[in-house]
């Protein structure tokens, strides 16, 4: 509260001070109840005021009087204008500075308070005296807000925000995911956080240092704002340990930032009071650069941040990049894929989850009880439980509030299924409440008509600001357009409110949420009278664009039926153009060969793509948006844990759906305990014809009953494509219900079983398999299968012709059990893919293994990794693949091979013309069999020469390039410094490279010489495909470390750089946001 701050003692103050009452009570006027609050009145004083005075000035003009009786020589300027300013009334306080500047009247302040020109402040001081300036406006500013401004009731404090966090690691895309032992890893590293604290334990986050830019992000309405809000406050009061760590914390609303605006000027706009005279943006500026790393910048909505200032060379992206500021540490909020990674390589990626389940129940206590209605908590948990879709909203902060609401207000209008009717009714509501107030009629259909109008006129204002990435409306832009503001502001729908910029003062209107934004503008464009001209009136030019306005247009699709169609049927278009290119295989969860980028980047926008249309269909379930949805998909894939609001858009989809229309493959992933509750209230009817790949991952069938209901699910869907269900805790009589159950699956192509099976459980898949003939992928990593559990399943794989994957990666067969196997590889000519990796192999039982390998003249991709071959094993593998030119992905790694070894592969070579992966790490090979193997590499293949023939001059394709490994990983503890310099010489002549492995985990370090670090940076900008660089077990002079971190942060694609803490050079700059250390 103000009372008393400022205070200066002088009594002439008290008299001067009611120069200015005239001019407050003008412009206070019938908000002197906000400013009776903020002076400290109580509320029986306030009631007293309103009683005895006729009108709202006289009232003003009342209060201001009671408050210098009460407080004497305390009624001071500084205090006033700070409760102006607490009750949100800063147009006042600038006309107040402006008159205090006009007149000769001179406010005092204490000594050394900022303002004063004093030349003896210290660096020191000056900073201590911006840390109070920033805290004491934080907490002005922060601790309390009002989430719903046409209710002036209900206020929140920060300390009861509730948030979940979720960590995605940022390794996860680059694990070997064909391993079963990494996939379940992979997906079990999700983790939980209790707040950002836990992001400095490394056991959390993997990282050994700690992060330097952490990226939250989350859907609209998650709560990212009000999160980075707490963490601002909670930051300078030092409660938590990202405070401690950086206790000069800066929160900056990116929507405020403007063009050219410089970062100091960002601090100086937002992040203190104007009151605080004496710091400026020189001051700022000198703050930052003095005590860089105790800095942390809280950028809040990145999405929101208008495009002129998102380009290369702005403040923010400088920022972000480590041009600016590098030692500093940054939290930036966004809603996902609104392209932060495009300047920085984020240490931690975050995503907001909203509310915590248990502390749903506990905000809607705090609501009905500030509204005085707790008995409405218990009958809204009741009916929130048999609504699946409200059940699936109350995570969200903004929704679960707008439920609250809608629920006070009438019952019998919370039931939608729908966010469009969801907001139809709030809008409603809110025009209900101020119909009631205004003496308005109501009519029984629609709005009042004046109410109609400006509330279009609104949605077409709020249109245009999307279209420039605005959330804000300037009030004189709104004037110009003739729009009754000053009825919407009645209505609670904007806000007014005073620009936070010093240098570009306005006043502007803002939504009470960016998604009343889309609302309102998706309400406009679905009333636009020529729906053909949607497309041009929502600038829908790519997808990437549509997924830019995904909830715009998902608001428009759900007010109006022919503006769903319209929409959707550009959508389509579009699909058709930019998509055309993927194939279904493209969608697999894991690939055994490397993926071109430009195909991943496809189906990550693909599967946003598929995200967006079937949030459309849950908006108009009806018969056109249905058919021009199925025209768009050609693949369906959901991840049903993580998108719980689409199961009923998907359920419909299917049901409805021509059998003609479905699509290519549907692919549905889970990994709870409720998957098969998700499962069967999808699957309620048959749905013959329907291509489904089901991946349960981690998901415990602990008993056969609950087998039994995937089984009766399954039934429903008779062409069951692909079924993958690794890590299952699967128990004989479970697998026993499963195996039955194939008897309904006869289609099925893909079956992962990986986990615990045992021998036992192989007794128990053989009986099955005679079922499922058109078998063509199967995954038996880690069941602990010995060779009595192989000699068993062997003879029963004789039928599964069309076998083309096989992997039975970790388990204990040897080479007895190798010899059941070898048996039967020959009958499988269609094999593309073989697993062996650790399954006991010796050198003698490579003898046996190569004959048969020489007859799957079609495989592309062979893993022996981790099996103890040696020298006279490899060399009995590279005697055949002259007879296996297919051959893209070859696995060595940890084979006991030496240079010996490498010398009969490197003479095979030349005939893998298609060789893409070559991993021969952790071996015992030497400098000379490294280097040579990279010689023999860097040659073109005889495809290459014809090609490309001798006079060519194109640098990237000529003849002494190869242009087709894209990852080599040659990390062996034989390999010295002077190897590697070799390996660094020759490197530029593989272009392709994305992923390259020098170094072993190993001790003592291989040693770099600068010259040689220096090579490897000059080869660096002549792999332009690189993406990962493995040095752990490598140390450099300083000099060379720095020249290959520099060479890595510059390259626009490498974004993974590992070393090794121990060959850091003592004082080495290690904030490259690349290296990983």
Request: with cysteine.
């Amino acid at each position: 509260m103000a009372e008393g701050h400022g205070a200066t003692g002088n009594s002439g103050e008290t008299a001067d001070v009611r120069k200015y009452f005239y001019y407050i009570k003008e412009k206070v006027s019938s908000d002197w109840k906000d400013l009776a609050f903020h002076l400290e009145f109580e509320q029986p004083d306030i009631d007293n005021i309103d009683g005895r005075n006729r009108d709202d000035k006289s009232r003003c003009m009342d209060l201001l009087e009671e408050w210098v009786k009460r407080n004497g020589e305390r009624a001071t300027i500084e205090v006033l204008m700070e409760a102006l300013s607490e009750a949100t009334l800063q147009n006042v306080v600038d006309g107040l500075r402006k008159k205090l500047r006009e007149m000769p009247f001179q406010v005092s302040f204490p000594v050394g308070a900022a303002g004063t020109e004093s030349t003896s402040l210290t660096g020191v001081n000056q900073t201590e005296m911006f840390q109070k300036s920033v805290k004491k406006y934080y907490e002005l500013k922060l601790s309390h807000f009002k989430p719903l401004i046409w209710n002036d009731k209900f206020t929140l404090t920060l300390s009861d925000i509730f948030t979940q966090l979720e960590l995605i690691p940022g390794h996860e895309k680059h694990l070997k995911t064909s391993e079963a032992h990494y996939r379940s890893e992979s997906m079990n590293q999700r983790k939980k956080l209790k707040s950002l604290d836990d992001l400095f334990k490394p056991g959390i986050t993997g990282l050994s240092t700690a992060p330097r830019c952490i990226l939250i992000e989350g859907e609209a309405g998650g709560g990212k704002t009000t999160f980075l809000s707490k963490e601002a406050l909670d930051a300078v009061s030092q409660k938590t340990k990202l405070g401690r760590r950086h206790d000069i914390a800066l929160l900056i609303r990116l929507r405020e930032v403007r063009e050219g605006e410089p970062i100091e000027e960002m601090v100086w706009d937002q992040c203190v009071p104007e009151t605080a005279e004496g710091i400026d943006v020189r001051s700022i500026r000198a703050i930052l650069q003095r005590n860089e790393s105790r800095v942390l910048f809280l950028l809040d909505g990145y999405d929101e941040l208008q495009s002129e200032a998102r380009v290369a060379g702005q403040a923010i992206p400088k920022l972000l990049s480590g041009k600016l500021y590098p030692n500093s540490m940054i939290v930036i909020t966004s809603r996902p894929s609104a392209g932060v990674q495009q300047y920085t390589r984020p240490d931690c990626h975050i995503h907001i989850m909203g509310f915590s389940e248990e502390h749903v129940e506990k905000y809607m206590d705090q609501y009905f009880t500030v509204v005085m209605k707790q008995e409405l908590t218990k009958t809204l948990v009741e009916h929130i439980e048999d609504n699946k879709l409200l059940k699936t909203l109350i995570y969200t902060p903004m929704f679960l509030m707008l439920l609250c609401l809608l629920w006070e207000e009438d019952q019998n209008i919370v039931s939608t299924g729908t966010m469009t009717g969801l907001y139809d009714n709030l809008l409603t509501c809110l025009v209900r409440k101020y119909c009631k107030r205004e003496g308005v009629d109501m009519p029984t259909e629609g709005l009042p008509r004046e109410v109609a109008k400006s509330l279009l006129q609104l949605g077409k204002l709020a249109l245009e600001a999307l279209l420039r990435n605005e959330t804000l409306l300037d009030l004189t832009e709104a004037e110009r357009e003739k729009l009754d503001w000053e009825l919407l502001l009645k209505l609670g729908v904007v806000s007014l409110e005073d620009s936070s910029s010093r240098l570009h003062p306005r006043k502007r209107l803002n939504f009470s949420h960016k998604t009343m934004q889309e609302f309102l503008a998706g309400r406009y464009v679905a009333h636009a009278p020529v729906k053909e001209d949607i497309a041009k009136l929502l600038q829908l030019t790519s997808i990437t664009r549509a997924l830019e306005l995904s909830n715009l247009l998902q608001f428009t699709c759900g007010c109006d039926s022919l503006a769903a169609k319209a929409v959707m049927e550009e959508l389509s278009n579009l699909c058709k153009k930019e998509f055309s290119h993927l194939q279904p295989d493209d969608f697999k969860s894991f690939h055994q060969i490397p993926v071109k980028p430009e195909i991943e980047k496809s189906v990550e926008t693909y599967e946003r793509f598929i995200l967006l249309c079937l949030n459309i269909l849950n908006e108009r379930k009806e018969p056109a948006v249905l058919h021009a949805v199925s025209g768009a998909l050609t693949v369906i894939i959901l991840y049903l844990d993580e998108h719980r609001t689409l199961h009923t858009a998907l359920k419909y989809y299917l049901e409805n759906i021509q059998s003609s229309d479905l699509p290519d493959r549907t692919i549905l992933t889970t990994r709870t305990s409720n998957s098969v509750q998700y499962l069967e209230k999808i699957f309620t009817t048959p749905i013959p014809g329907l291509k489904l790949d089901l991946r349960l991952e981690d998901v415990p069938f602990d008993s056969p009953d609950k087998m039994a209901r995937l089984v009766s699910v399954l039934k429903n869907v008779p062409c069951v494509r692909a079924l993958d269900m690794p890590d299952n805790m699967l128990e004989p009589s479970s697998l026993q219900e499963l195996v039955r159950g194939f008897s309904h699956m006869s289609l099925l192509e893909e079956l992962d079983l990986s986990g615990d099976l045992g021998d036992a459980g192989m007794k128990v898949l053989l009986v099955g398999l005679s079922n499922i003939p058109h078998l063509a992928v199967l995954f038996l990593d880690s069941v602990d299968m010995t060779a009595v559990g192989m000699s068993s399943l062997a003879p029963c794989m004789l039928h599964l012709v069309r076998l083309r994957e096989l992997c039975i990666n970790y388990n204990h067969i040897g080479d007895t059990g190798l010899e059941s196997l070898t048996a039967v590889l020959p009958n499988f000519t269609a094999m593309q893919m073989l697993g062996l990796e650790r399954i006991g192999i010796s050198s003698t039982g490579m003898g046996t293994l190569v004959p048969a390998l020489r007859q799957l003249t079609r495989l592309i991709k062979l893993d022996i990794s981790e099996n103890d071959i040696g020298d006279p094993g490899l060399e009995s593998l590279a005697s055949i693949l002259h007879h296996l030119t297919a051959m893209k992905v070859l696995e060595l790694w940890s084979t006991g091979i030496s240079d010996r070894g490498v010398s009969a592969l490197i003479k095979a070579l030349p005939h893998l013309v298609d060789l893409q992966v070559l991993n021969v790490r952790s071996n015992n090979i030497g400098d000379s069999g490294i280097v040579s193997l990279v010689q023999t590499l860097c040659q073109p293949s005889s495809l290459d020469m014809e090609q490309n023939p001798p006079r060519c001059k194109n640098l990237t394709t000529a003849p002494h390039y190869n242009t087709t490994l894209q990852e080599l990983w040659i990390g062996n503890k034989g390999v010295t410094g002077v190897g590697l310099s070799r390996v660094a010489q020759l490197i530029s002549a593989l272009p392709a490279l994305a992923k390259l492995n020098m170094s072993d985990h190993r001790y003592p370090l291989a040693h770099l010489s600068d010259t040689a670090a220096m090579a490897l940076a000059e080869a660096l900008p002549r792999l332009p495909a690189l993406e990962w660089l493995h040095l752990w077990g490598i140390s450099m002079e300083p000099a060379g470390f720095q020249a290959v971190v520099q060479a890595a942060e510059e390259h626009p694609t490498l974004n993974q750089l590992y070393y090794a803490r121990e060959g850091v050079p003592e004082g080495a700059d290690t904030t490259a946001s690349c290296l990983g250390i």
